[in-house]
Nanobody, 122 residues
Framework: QVQLVESGGGLVQPGGSLRLSCAAS????????ISWFRQAPGKEREGVSC????????YYKDSVKGRFTISRDNAKSTVYLEMNSLKPDDTAVYYC???????????????WGKGTLVTVSS
């Protein structure tokens, strides 16, 4: 049974940091491209970051460049999203997603996690 389980969300003040984790099971994480998407209330889901199987190729949405870092530990079947200098606009449910290939596209996703809520507020 394939599962992607996100953790690490919570309430943080503006300027603070969080590290999200995505634990994968039921498939070979090492062969998959993993993406983080987010969906804020009343808005469409958007891609935030993506890391390909080698770990050498990454993508970041412009608004998070320099603040967020994606990484993966294939031995632990886990992908991380380190989020620094958080802003209220980063408030959203963050989803981990996997494609059994090299695409970061929302339309290509094979598996989705259920999401973890990040709230940035004072």
């Amino acid at each position: 049974q394939v599962q992607l389980v996100e953790s690490g969300g919570g309430l943080v003040q503006p300027g603070g940091s969080l590290r999200l984790s995505c634990a994968a099971s039921g498939f070979a994480l090492g062969a998959a491209t993993i993406s983080w998407f987010r969906q804020a209330p009343g808005k469409e889901r958007e891609g935030v970051s993506c890391i390909r199987s080698s770990g050498e190729s990454t993508y970041y949405k412009d608004s998070v460049k320099g603040r967020f870092t994606i990484s993966r530990d294939n031995a632990k079947s886990t992908v991380y999203l380190e989020m620094n200098s958080l802003k209220p606009d980063d408030t959203a449910v963050y989803y981990c997603a996997a494609h059994l290939g090299s695409s970061c596209s929302h339309n290509a996703i094979d598996y989705w996690g259920k999401g973890t809520l990040v709230t940035v507020s004072s």
